[in-house]
C-alpha cells in the first residue's frame, strides 16, 4: 500500500509518495563495474527501481585483486547522502564499503536525521579478492553504533565471524549473536561447504531457510553487493523485508547463472536492464551535421583555456 503525503516547500505544493523505489548506495567504486557502486547502480535500475549515490572510496581493482584504494572525505559522503535525502528523497539506503571510521561516523549521524529509513547494511570488511575494505575504527564503530541502526545486515560466513567475535562461531550461534544487537539478519551460507547453498534469514524472531545447489566453477565478484541492492530496490518498492529477501536471492542466483569470465580471474555476475531498446529507441530523432575541420584549427583555443 502506497503512502501519500502533501507538504509545501517554497511554495509549490510537491506529493510524496512513499515506496517509490528510490535506492540510495553508499559504496565504493570498482572500474570492473562488477562490485561496489556501479554494480549497485546496474541491480536497482535493473528491478525498476530509481538509483541515487554517494561515493565513499575510489578503489584500483580488476577481477583477479584490489590493488589501490582511497577514501573519500568523510564529510563529503554525508554531502553526498544529504544531496539526494533532501531533494529527490529515498526510500531505502543500502551502505556497502565504508572504508573508514571517519566515514563510519558520517552516515551513522547522517542517519540520525532519518530514523525510520530502512538500511540494508552489507558489512564490506574484505573484497573477495582479498584487501581490507574497512579500517579497525570504522568495524569498531559497526560492531558497536551500525549493528542496533541497521534494518537488516547480509553477512557472509567470514564477515559474521569477524563482526560477532564469539568463540563457537555455528551459523545459528552467529545469526543469534548478531540479531541480539537489534538487527535482522540474513547470513549468507556461500562461503560454506557442501552441494547446497544455504542462506539464513533471522527476522522478528523467525528463522527462514533459503536453499539451493551450489554452483560449479570460480567464485563469482561483486554477489553480496548485487544481494544487498536487491534486496534495498524491493524494500524501497514496498516488499515486506521476508519477501525482500527471498525475491533478491532469486535476483541474484539468476544474475549468477547469467555470469560470465572477462578477465583473469572472477567471474562477473550477468545483469541486463530489460527490456533492451527497441531499434527505434536507437534511431537518432536529432539533427547531426558533420564537417571536416583540421584539429590544428580546435586544440590551441582548447589548450589556450578555451574558445
Ligand atoms: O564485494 C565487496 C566489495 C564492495 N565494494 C567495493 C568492492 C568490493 C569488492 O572488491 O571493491 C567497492
Known amino acids: 500500500m502506497q503512502k501519500v503525503t502533501t507538504n509545501t516547500l517554497q511554495g509549490y505544493m510537491t506529493t510524496m509518495i512513499e515506496h517509490q523505489g528510490r535506492v540510495l548506495t553508499v559504496a565504493g567504486?570498482?572500474?570492473?563495474?562488477?562490485?561496489?557502486?556501479?554494480?549497485?547502480?546496474?541491480?536497482?535500475?535493473?528491478?525498476?527501481?530509481l538509483p541515487q549515490a554517494a561515493v565513499t572510496a575510489i578503489t584500483v581493482q580488476d577481477t583477479a585483486r584490489v590493488s589501490m584504494v582511497q577514501p573519500v572525505d568523510a564529510h563529503l559522503v554525508a554531502q553526498q547522502m544529504r544531496a539526494a535525502l533532501d531533494d529527490i528523497g529515498v526510500d531505502c539506503i543500502k551502505l556497502g564499503m565504508l572504508a573508514t571510521g571517519a566515514i563510519v561516523r558520517a552516515v551513522l549521524d547522517t542517519l540520525d536525521a532519518h530514523p525510520?529509513?530502512?538500511?540494508?547494511?552489507?558489512?564490506?570488511?574484505?573484497?573477495?579478492?582479498?584487501?581490507?575494505?574497512?579500517?579497525?575504527?570504522?568495524?569498531?564503530?559497526?560492531?558497536?553504533?551500525?549493528l542496533p541502526r541497521a534494518t537488516l545486515i547480509t553477512p557472509n560466513l567470514p564477515e559474521a565471524r569477524i563482526l560477532a567475535d564469539i568463540p563457537?562461531?555455528?551459523?545459528?550461534a552467529l545469526i543469534t549473536a548478531l540479531a541480539r544487537r537489534g538487527c535482522s539478519v540474513l547470513l549468507k551460507?556461500?562461503?560454506?561447504?557442501?552441494?547446497?547453498?544455504?542462506d539464513l534469514l533471522l527476522h522478528r524472531g523467525r528463522l527462514h531457510t533459503h536453499e539451493h545447489p551450489r554452483l560449479p566453477g570460480p567464485p563469482f565478484h561483486g554477489t553480496g553487493c548485487a544481494l544487498a541492492a536487491a534486496i534495498a530496490t524491493r524494500v524501497a518498492l514496498g516488499d515486506p523485508l521476508d519477501q525482500?529477501?527471498?525475491k533478491g536471492l532469486a535476483t541474484n542466483l539468476q544474475a549468477m547463472e547469467n555470469g560470465s569470465a572477462p578477465g583473469r580471474g572472477q567471474r562477473l555476475l550477468g545483469i541486463k536492464l530489460t527490456p533492451p531498446p527497441t531499434p527505434e529507441a536507437l534511431r537518432p530523432n536529432h539533427s547531426c551535421n558533420a564537417e571536416n575541420i583540421t584539429m590544428a584549427n580546435v586544440l590551441p583555443p582548447l589548450l589556450n583555456g578555451g574558445p
Open 244 to 246: 525482500a529477501v527471498a
Open 189 to 198: 551460507g556461500g562461503h560454506g561447504e557442501g552441494p547446497m547453498v544455504r
Open 29 to 49: 567504486t570498482d572500474p570492473t563495474c562488477g562490485a561496489g557502486l556501479p554494480l549497485d547502480i546496474r541491480m536497482i535500475a535493473h528491478l525498476g527501481g
Open 168 to 172: 563457537d562461531p555455528t551459523p545459528e
Open 116 to 146: 525510520t529509513l530502512p538500511v540494508i547494511a552489507d558489512p564490506v570488511v574484505a573484497g573477495t579478492g582479498g584487501g581490507m575494505l574497512l579500517d579497525p575504527e570504522g568495524l569498531a564503530l559497526w560492531r558497536r553504533e551500525l
